[in-house]
Structure formats: structure tokens, C-alpha cells
């Protein structure tokens, strides 16, 4: 039986900053917590196991990236020259661009190869203390290639160290078949793609972007119906370029989240609260698309929606592979407290994914799921950037990911 106590650490297992522990110890057996505390009351059951000493770093729970797109063939770095000569997001997609363009490329691009590249992300992902992410189809657009997608994202969950949450996305663009018929795609969507793929398994839950670039309301609702009946839970893309209700539609569905959201009115926010849904920010497409209105932040702490962080991983949006990054940006940009950027990528997150009984908290009987972080104060987890923070990062009581650079220092304390 594999039974360790993990020692000489500062607690905070909700991922409250303001609720934490000094001089803490988690034991852990066979993968699951099974007693937190102070040091000192360690019951005298778990007194013989043997011990790992923390060094005194903080531990947080891994933590939750709730929205991605990351697997995809290629990348966009020929459009963001474009629109740093002055082409909006926008105009590329209506040329044609954009969404599509790496639809083409993912269609081209065989499972091996989308597993590679999307590996490659996702590893980083892993080193900074991600335990859960999320990751949509959306870039096949035909029943083929989204299971490819969706195939690729179960395979990562399976041989990386992360759980991986699937998401149907097909109606994140109009593919060209079907060009001037949108709602005729709805259909293909509704029911033919998203049978398929629930009977499939590879689906736990359903996006839509609803936008003048992507899908109406009515379309939305179509594809929200469908869902349901198959007993899924949405999400949507809500309010990220236009205000348009999109947010309050998702409300009324009860969805997980609704994301994005700079154009979000005080009604949305309100609708959001009643049906509990998580707003879902995702500063790094702010910031990559240079978008200027800022999403209702003041609101939404006035009717105290939960608030989650992402990194929104795409190749046009968002070509990011750090959470840590955009928390500084969710601070920087959005002007989240460093508390709430935390809570941000743990709790909330988890409850992005209707999955807060599994991931965002240490807790005894969850597995041990967390990450040490070598930092003074977890204040400094959005505060650097780009800077490796995470020493250990730890699934089901084992270390998958440890970066020792400054452990043999005399003081056996770290300076990087
Ligand atoms: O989350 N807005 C829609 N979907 C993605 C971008 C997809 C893309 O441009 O490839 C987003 O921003
Ligand atoms: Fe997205």
C-alpha cells in the first residue's frame, strides 16, 4: 500500500488565498487524500509513514484549465500579421479566414499528427500544475473530423496525467459545404453529428458560438435542445464580439459557463446569478485580438457570479500555453484580484466543468491532486510571468512533473 505524509507546507486546499494553513500535512494513501491538518495533529495512525518534506512551498490544488481548443492542425502566425497591419478578427473571418482556415488544416491532418502538436501544448500546461482541462472539437466542422478531434482529446486524457473534458463545439463555424445554409448545418449537427458522438462516448459536453460570425440565438437554442435531450450540459461563447443575448440564452438553458463575455449587459449578469452558471474570462483573447471592451467585472462581483480563468488555447484568439500567464493578464487586463485569479483556475474552474466534486480542492477521500509551488506567497502566482513557479506537481499521491532547479542550494531553500 503506497502511504506517504507530505510535510513543511503552507495549505490552501480551496484555492482561497484567504483561507490557508501554516506549518500543514496532507497524508495520502493509495492515491487519496485521506488526512489534512495542522502538523502537530497528525493522528498517530499515519506517524510511521514515510515522509516528503515540502521545503516549505505552498500547495494549492491542481489547477483547472475550463476552456480550450487545443487540438487543431497549424497555427495563424500568417493572419496575426495581417491583423498587426491593421485586419480585424473579424474582417478575416468574414474573408473567408480565421475559424475556417484551420478547419482546413485539421480536416488535412492525420490523429498522429494532431496528437503531437496538441501534446506539445498541453505538456506545458502540465509543468505549470494544470490536473483537469477542457478541450473542444470545433475545428473538423463534418462528423469525420470532429471525432478525429474528439478522439485526440480522449487519447491526451489517457496517456498524459490530466483529466481531460471533452466538448462538442461543432457549431463553432460554418464549414463551406454548407456555405449560405446554416440552418441546414444546425441539422447536421443536431442530429446526425452529435448522436454519433454521444454513442460514442466522446462527448461530455456541448459549445456553441453564438455570434454574427458564428451562430444565431434560434440556432443556439436548436443546438441546446438537442443536447439536453441526450442529458448533456452546454456552454457557450457568449458576447465576445456583440452584445446579443447570448449570455441570458445560455442562462435559461442552465449552462455550465458561459465565455468571453466583454459584451456582457447588467440583464446577462443577472441571468448568469439566477441559474448559477460560471462566467468564464478569458483575458488572453482580449489581449491577442486587442479588443478594448472590457468584460462587466464590477457586475459580476455585485451579484457575485462565480468568475473562472482560461487560457482559451487557439490558434487565432489565443495562441497561449500558459494559465499562469493569463491569470497576470486576467489581473493586469480585467483587474482581478490576485485571490480571485486564483480561485479563478480551481474552484470556479472546476465548476466550469460541472466537475467541483472532483478537481479545484484538496479535501480527504478526493484524489491527491496539487501542486507546490516554490513562492513566498501565492500572490506571486499571477504576479510573475512566463516564469516556471510549479517544483512539484502531484497526481493521485505521485510526483508527474518536478522541476528541481535551486533544491541543492545550502539553505535548501529555493531562489529561482
Ligand atoms: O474562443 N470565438 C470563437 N472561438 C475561438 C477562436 C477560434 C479561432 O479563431 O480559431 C475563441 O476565441
Ligand atoms: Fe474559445
Known amino acids: 500500500m503506497e502511504e506517504r505524509v507530505w510535510q513543511n507546507l503552507h495549505l490552501c486546499a480551496r484555492g482561497d488565498p484567504d483561507d490557508t494553513l501554516a506549518d500543514a500535512a496532507l497524508a495520502v494513501c493509495e492515491g487519496k487524500v485521506v488526512w489534512m491538518g495542522p502538523l502537530h495533529e497528525l493522528p498517530t495512525d499515519f506517524a510511521a509513514w514515510p515522509r516528503e518534506d515540502l521545503q516549505g512551498a505552498w500547495v494549492t490544488p491542481s489547477l483547472v484549465d475550463c476552456h480550450t481548443h487545443l487540438v487543431f492542425g497549424g497555427h495563424r502566425a500568417g493572419e496575426f500579421a495581417l491583423r498587426l497591419a491593421g485586419a480585424s478578427y473579424e474582417e478575416i473571418a468574414r474573408r473567408g479566414g480565421g475559424i ?16 503531437f502538436e496538441a501534446a506539445r501544448r498541453l505538456e506545458p500546461l502540465i509543468a505549470e500544475g494544470v490536473g483537469a482541462i477542457e478541450i473542444k472539437s470545433g475545428y473538423g466542422l463534418d462528423l469525420a473530423s470532429e471525432r478525429k478531434m474528439l478522439r485526440v482529446a480522449r487519447e491526451l486524457g489517457r496517456r498524459y496525467p490530466v483529466s481531460v473534458y471533452t466538448t462538442f463545439l461543432g457549431a463553432h463555424a460554418l464549414p463551406p459545404e454548407f456555405a449560405g445554409r446554416a440552418d441546414a448545418y444546425i441539422d447536421e449537427v443536431c442530429e446526425r453529428m452529435m448522436p454519433a458522438l454521444v454513442d460514442e ?12 460570425i458564428g451562430f444565431t440565438l434560434a440556432q443556439s437554442e436548436r443546438v441546446f435542445d438537442a443536447a439536453l435531450r441526450r442529458g448533456l450540459r452546454v456552454k457557450m461563447h457568449a458576447e465576445q464580439l456583440s452584445a446579443n443575448g447570448g449570455a441570458a440564452l445560455a442562462a435559461r438553458y442552465r449552462a455550465l459557463s458561459a465565455d468571453h463575455l466583454e459584451y456582457l449587459d447588467e440583464a446577462g449578469v443577472a441571468a448568469l446569478k439566477e441559474a448559477d452558471t460560471v462566467a468564464v474570462l478569458l483575458p488572453a483573447a482580449y489581449y491577442f485580438i486587442r479588443e478594448t471592451k472590457l468584460p462587466p467585472l464590477d457586475l459580476l462581483r455585485r451579484y457575485k457570479v462565480p468568475i473562472a480563468i482560461a487560457t482559451d488555447c487557439n490558434p487565432g484568439t489565443s495562441p497561449t500555453t500558459s494559465l499562469l500567464a493569463t491569470m497576470n493578464m486576467a489581473c493586469t487586463l480585467f483587474r482581478l484580484t490576485a485571490a ?11 465548476s466550469a466543468l ?8 484538496i479535501e480527504a477521500g478526493r484524489q491527491a491532486d496539487f501542486v507546490a509551488w516554490r513562492v513566498d506567497t501565492l500572490a506571486e502566482l499571477p504576479y510573475w510571468i512566463g516564469r516556471p513557479l510549479a517544483a512539484r506537481v502531484v497526481r493521485g499521491g505521485m510526483t508527474v512533473y518536478a522541476n528541481h532547479a535551486g533544491d541543492a542550494l545550502p539553505s535548501g531553500r529555493s531562489v529561482t
Do not use: P, Q, W, Y
Open 100 to 115: 475556417l482556415s484551420t478547419v482546413k488544416e485539421t480536416r488535412a491532418a492525420d490523429e498522429a499528427t494532431l496528437f
Open 201 to 212: 462516448g466522446l462527448i461530455d459536453a456541448v459549445d456553441v458560438f453564438c455570434e454574427r
Open 340 to 350: 480571485e485569479a486564483l480561485k479563478g483556475v480551481t474552484c470556479h474552474a472546476a
Open 354 to 361: 460541472g466537475a467541483a466534486s472532483r478537481h479545484g480542492a
